[in-house]
């Protein structure tokens, strides 16, 4: 077992961890993440899954990840991104629903028809505030209507991510556990599933790429411009990344996925690391196939694979990329605690030799029958007990991390919209009543610009 130490000397340690992996170095031992999502935490700590999502507060959140504390043994606090049906109920969200029984679900539905292409092309932005975003959601029809409820929608939003944050720190706090640091973690949005997943759906997406790929090109060039912005990290440090939640490439044949899918996404990754910023990258399905590609992407990319091969990954990303995932989620259901050990062994003796290694399950538990809590916490002690590095503080490679990001930013044009004003746009038409009180505009402006303007609520 690890040495026993404060809650502030481990969490200094838990942030080494991640610091030295990030930074190319070898770390003390094999970093952790846990694989348990909200839902799966209030439903162990037996909590009623859908009344529970339209209550949270900080009390209520400690007493379920303290709950949770039993079976998590990462480095990082469990639980993570959460949706708030109290924000979709003001907006009457038809992208995101709840089922009966209280997990909130991405239906397929199809928001924007296959002649506004050329509509969509001229601003894409413009036309998803005016046209797409009242269908998504019905409480966005009508102007008055849509200025209350999206106030209303915010103010939601505002409290319930003021909950987690504190419950989140208390607990960060009293177990040392390792965050990023506020304002470094952005979601990006990659053009081909965004279209895809919010406007074209699934089954619309298919007819496109044949009957007009043309114009669907030219919408995934069109995104990219708002992609680049919202990507822009407020604070850029080592330790943060850009997250993406990779979708349709897996559905894509080798051919199509060059095409449409790869052009957009290895750009906005280099621009990102341009900018200072890593990707993270969950790659959902089997990307093997892919694996030629992902060596384009830059040195320190985070790639978190849920199927494939692992040695191929090691043998041609291993020196490039911090790898992670691959570890079957269902096996900690339907196996003995020994079968779940020798799997942790048979990837760890796999990914983790000369570094840039995160251990982490394939994907996150959801409901308690996903997983045998015994053989969940004996996977993860295992990991912590073997863990450890003898060449720690060694570098993965001498390669240059500059000399792998390719330059495309000065490809692209500025983000405009005339919905969207900097703040020198903006006092141009509400100037400040004297010089001193400027700074105090513009910090008060950016503050709530970066929160609604670079918003994302679907």
Known sequence: MEEVM?????????????????????????????????????????????????????????????KGMEVCRGDMPAGGFARNPIAMMFQQSLSMVM??????????????????????IKNPYDFLQEKLEPRLNKGFQGEVFRARNYAKTILSHMDVGREFGIAEATIIERYGLFKRPFGTVGMQLVPFDFITDFYRGFSKIPLDMRRQPE???????????????????????????????????????QKDFDKFYWPTFNKLCHIAAEQGQAMQIFLEGDWTRFIDNLQELPQGTQLWAEYGDPQQFKDKLGKKMV????????????????????????LMDILAPSGNYIFIFDKSALAPSDINPENYTAVLEYVLENGKYENAGDVVTTENKEDSIKKYSHLYPEFKSKYVLTFDEFKKVYPPSDQRVEPLMRAAYDKYFNMIDKGFFL
């Open 215 to 253: 114009k669907l090109l030219d919408a995934l060039e069109a995104l990219m411009p708002y992609s680049i912005w919202m990507g822009k990290p407020q604070v850029v440090s080592p330790l943060g990344c850009n997250m993406i939640m990779t979708h349709m490439a897996a559905f894509l044949n």
């Open 99 to 120: 089922s009966e029984n209280g997990f909130i679900q991405h239906p397929e539905r199809s928001f924007m028809e296959a002649n506004e292409y050329d509509e969509f």
């Open 323 to 346: 790898l992670g995932g691959f570890y079957p989620l269902t096996l900690l259901r339907t196996g003995t605690k020994e079968q779940c050990i020798d799997k942790a062994k048979e």
């Open 6 to 66: 404060s809650a502030q000397k481990m969490k200094e340690y838990r942030t080494k961890l991640f610091s030295d992996v990030y930074a190319g170095i070898i770390p003390d031992r094999i970093p952790i993440w846990d694989g348990l999502t909200p839902e799966y935490l209030i439903q162990y700590a037996g909590k009623d899954l859908m009344t529970t999502q339209y209550q949270y507060n900080v009390d209520l959140l400690v007493e379920i990840y303290e």
